[in-house]
């Protein structure tokens, strides 16, 4: 006596349809010479309809309002707004099943829109050749869509991409621009991000745990020398702080910090016709990209060289 059990084989059924319509409507103000407000708001209806029976069919009417004021007086130009949005979730996420090293993550045909609540405000300042701006911001993301692991093995990781409890993110961006001279300029910018999931309901493993590929600080600063007469010359460097690869913040899916140097140099060779030589890496840093957990690096040193043709 023989007994068995059929497995089915495919092909299986995947994917679906989804139909977004919109309105959106804006208003602005000026109260002053210095003084503007802004008003807006945008309507949207999504349907999403998957190709298998008997996944649900989803349909969300949703509004998304914002508000917004700026204020400027001689040398300084400040601004606040606050917002209200929604984000649904994507085809890949509803119905795309994706591997990757020994990590796969499953769709989720049951996922809702996320939902952003969130304030900023910010400042600008001039003085002569140089110029400042410094914005802070506070979001919260409820419901967020996150691979969230199920299991885990030393061989293999189930994730599923679900809605999340809370995310609270607020930061800090700093950019500066000078002039040096009339053919040299510097800029800079940096980002101090603090971004950790806060609930406790939907998903208990990810309480207080930092968001994944979401650095403390990251930015870049450069240098750029243009006389038109002869060439344009840049670079730059790109760095960022350590980072989690994976939602529980394994320490074996620690993204290490980095620093990359880049440069390029460009002239005109005709009305229209621009040649450039361009370096990415310069020193040929190794440095991480994803953790899965075979270890992803990102590009080696790279050497560009080619025109740009441009015409009005």
Known sequence: LV?????????????????????YARASVTATDGLTFELGARADRWTSEPQDSAQPAKTVNFVSPRGAVAWRRGRYQMQASAYYANRTPTLNELHRRFAAGNAVTNANPLLEPETLTGVEGGVLTQFARASIRATAFYNDLDGAIANVTLTQTPTQIIRQRQNSDTIHAKGVEIELDTRLTDALSFNGQVVLTSSHFRGSVATPSLKDKDVPQVPVFQGGFGLTWAEPRWFTAATQVRFSGEQFDDDLNT???TLGSYAVWDANVSRAI???LNAFVAVENITDTEYDTGRTPIRTVGWPRTVRVGARVSWQ
């Open 3 to 23: 007994s068995g059990v059929n497995t089915a084989s495919g092909p299986f059924v995947s994917g679906g349809t989804e139909r977004v319509a919109a309105g």
């Open 270 to 272: 005709v009305r229209g």
């Open 251 to 253: 320490a074996a899916f």
